[in-house]
T-cell receptor, first 113, second 113 residues
Framework: DAKTTQPPSMDCAEGRAANLPCNHSTISGNEYVYWYRQIHSQGPQYIIHGLKNNETNEMASLIITEDRKSSTLILPHATLRDTAVYYCIVFQISNFGNEKLTFGTGTRLTIIP | DTAVSQTPKYLVTQMGNDKSIKCEQNLGHDTMYWYKQDSKKFLKIMFSYNNKELIINETVPNRFSPKSPDKAHLNLHINSLELGDSAVYFC????????????FGQGTRLTVV
């Protein structure tokens, strides 16, 4: 039940902006878009999430298209430590405490010195 | 002051043995999880507990038994270990009703020989 599609791998030069795309063409109106990353041998790390509007925090920016069928995670000034697998996840938040992260295959981002 | 801590980090054991992995979170979260990442790097949820109550139990063999003595701890006990149990096991926690806003531990690499 793949709700998102991401390129398997990308390269980005150190210091440049890394733009990671995600397609979620079947997203429903109350589903959020979440991004996580997993640096080698570490646990996944939450990055950012959004519903409709673009979002920015200290780690990244999330741009969601107006039709919400795709989004882009932007790391504004990529460093070598940003080399990781990045996961895009769409999900509807509930109040029942039964949410679960469903990870796909993600995008392996490699920052080139 | 690690938020989600797991012990041990590495565990090598023989087939047929029983082992436990411990997890503790100091974030005051109500919900805790166990995820398994196999050799192909797929990350899947196994269990979730909400304030010591089992909420999610994916299709996991009965040999795996989570135990939550209090809401800050969720331990994973595995009986009669098999070769296929070799994987990295991640513990995570999240505030109630925000299952996608999870904080992960560093993982326990289990190797069954």
């Amino acid at each position: 039940d793949a709700k998102t599609t991401q390129p398997p791998s990308m390269d980005c030069a150190e210091g440049r902006a890394a733009n990671l795309p995600c397609n979620h063409s079947t997203i429903s109106g109350n589903e959020y878009v979440y991004w996580y990353r997993q640096i080698h041998s570490q646990g996944p790390q939450y990055i950012i999430h959004g519903l409709k509007n673009n979002e920015t925090n200290e780690m990244a920016s999330l741009i969601i298209t107006e039709d919400r069928k795709s989004s882009t995670l932007i790391l504004p000034h990529a460093t070598l430590r940003d080399t990781a697998v990045y996961y895009c996840i769409v999900f509807q938040i509930s109040n029942f405490g039964n949410e679960k992260l469903t990870f796909g295959t993600g995008t392996r981002l490699t920052i080139i010195p | 002051d690690t938020a989600v801590s797991q012990t041990p980090k590495y565990l090598v054991t023989q087939m047929g043995n029983d082992k436990s992995i411990k997890c503790e979170q100091n974030l005051g979260h109500d919900t805790m999880y166990w995820y398994k990442q196999d050799s192909k790097k797929f990350l899947k949820i196994m269990f979730s507990y909400n304030n010591k109550e089992l909420i999610i139990n994916e299709t996991v063999p009965n040999r795996f038994s989570p135990k939550s003595p209090d809401k800050a701890h969720l331990n994973l006990h595995i009986n009669s270990l098999e070769l296929g149990d070799s994987a990295v096991y991640f513990c995570a926690s999240s505030p109630r009703g925000q299952g996608l806003l999870a904080f992960f531990g560093q993982g326990t690499r289990l190797t069954v020989v």
